[in-house]
């Protein structure tokens, strides 16, 4: 094989890689936490409103714990649904962005990615690509960076 073909050989290999951006505890933070803490509260809720009254043995009425323990279910569905279940994977490559909830899948052009902003919420730092039109997953994707994402970004500065 000639010095030419094994370059050729090099970069096609190359071409078509997609590097995550995102970190791989997203997975956790996506379907670990909330599925199982969820569980963890209705269950919690389902016993403070299936069993007899007289068996809780409270100092005061019964209604007051289970619309309590409900109260707290919903916030905490609530706090999920608009943090932690907003969160998706990222990968990219040179010429498109690839986001997933783990379910569907949707590819933008870098074209489409009007900006990248960071910020930190819950000690985390989360980072948001903000798309000039509405695309599957809204205008703004947010993700949990991988420790190469800021050097990556740096490389490809052209893309946004």
Known sequence: MSEQENNNTIVQSTIGRTTPLSSTATLFWRLFVPVFSTVLLTVAALVFWLTPEEDLYLSYPALWARLGISALWLGWVYFMYRTVMQLRRVDADDTHLYVTD???????????????????????????????????????????????FSQWMSEKSNLV
């Open 102 to 148: 783990y379910w569907k899948t949707a590819r933008y052009p870098w074209s489409e990615v009007e900006k990248k902003t960071e910020s930190k919420r819950l000690g985390r730092r989360i980072a948001s690509f903000h798309l000039k039109g509405a695309g599957v997953f809204g205008s703004k994707i947010s993700f949990l960076p991988a420790k190469h």
